[in-house]
């Protein structure tokens, strides 16, 4: 990375840029290994195996500027710390992340085994990665008898790429899109309409404070939201208002709520 910004911004040769950018890494790596508070909680050993030998001994004979191994894998590690969690699942769920984007550019079909208590074993037509707001998660869009659906990429154990084509409907592109633009964790049905609610102003309060899986709002007048994400997004968000919100449109989503309070009322007077 070091050296493709001094390519960009400076007329140095390749040789000058390749020394450069060992002195700027060695200079950093220095200063990472010096701020060692809090770094030695705790001894992490390990023994290289036959797929990892080739790389530590690359790792040793060029990467370490002025490092011993040690301390070239604890800066690693504490650089892989800093990153947000769906960053660091394309790390540690590479093989997988990596099999299912070919397989998205070739527009393909996969087999892949899932990691759940009945051991799932699918087919299914990659669509595309996307990820959640709250930078929590990694999720695969993918279509499976035809249903658009999503998956977090954890739960993938492995992928095999199929020789069949992946096909997908303007419908389906269209439930995808709203995926990828409102909350890729929730299920879209096909035809669902603008949800609109109306908020008081301590539910308007509640809408700014509460943000986990807060859906977007498509348009706000004065108290009035409209929604083009899941229905299922808007009731699992705004069951937690009570009288704070009426939902104006559709009566689908009126009755979702409202079952959702009865069967919690009913609860209650069977317990009491």
């Known amino acids: 990375m070091i050296s493709n910004i001094l390519k960009e911004n400076t007329s140095f040769l390749e040789p000058k840029i390749q020394d450069l950018s060992s002195q700027i890494m060695a200079k950093l790596n220095k200063e990472m290994a010096s701020n060692t508070e809090g770094k030695f909680d705790s001894i992490v050993s390990f023994k290289p ?43 540690v769920f590479k093989e997988q992340f990596d099999t299912l984007n070919e397989a998205i550019k070739k527009g393909k079909r996969v087999f892949v085994n899932i990691k759940d208590k009945k051991q799932t074993r699918m087919e299914m037509e990659p669509y595309i990665f996307s990820r959640s707001k709250e930078e929590m998660h990694v999720y695969l869009l993918y279509k499976n008898l035809n249903s658009c659906r999503s998956i977090k990429l954890y739960k993938i154990q492995s992928v095999a790429i199929l020789e069949k084509d992946a096909t997908f409907t303007d419908e389906d592109i269209k439930i995808f899109s709203k995926m990828l633009a409102y909350g890729p964790q929730f299920f879209y049905q096909p035809n669902e309409q603008d949800v609109v609610v109306r908020l008081t102003k301590r539910g308007q309060q509640l809408f700014h ?49 409202y079952n959702f309070h009865n069967s919690f009322v009913q609860k209650n007077k069977l317990e009491s």
Request: aromatic share 16%.
């Open 209 to 257: 404070k509460i943000y986990v899986h807060r859906p977007i709002p498509a348009s706000i007048e004065n108290d009035i939201f409209t929604f083009k994400c899941s229905y299922i997004q808007v009731v699992q968000y705004f069951t937690r208002f009570g009288g704070e919100v009426e939902i104006i449109s559709p009566n689908e989503v009126k009755q979702m709520i």
């Open 49 to 91: 195996t036959k797929e990892t030998f080739k790389i530590i001994d690359y790792i040793d004979e060029y990467l370490l500027v002025n490092l011993s191994l040690s301390e070239y894998f604890r800066n690693m590690f504490v650089a892989y710390t800093e990153l947000p969690q769906d960053m660091r699942a394309e790390i």
